[in-house]
């Protein structure tokens, strides 16, 4: 009794193990490379990262 209970919670350990291998597996060969969900900016702006301010002038003067 207590050889078979054994037996059958190995056998039912390593089939778990391989259906999780396997689906991951099956997971990973769907849509590779693919960019739909991609949102790509059609603003007609340009983006301002720096404007010349006395602020600016005094803490790059204290900076270096």
Known sequence: MEK????FLKT???TSV????ASVVLAGC???GTSENLVRGKSPKQEILYQKTPQWD???????
Not at 18 to 21: E, K, T
Not at 58 to 64: D, E, G, P, Q, R
Request: aromatic share 10%; hydrophobic share 35%; no cysteine.
């Open 4 to 7: 078979s209970r054994r037996e």
């Open 30 to 32: 769907g849509k590779k």
């Open 12 to 14: 039912t350990a390593k």
């Open 58 to 64: 005094l803490y790059y003067s204290v900076a270096k």
């Open 18 to 21: 391989a259906v999780a291998g």
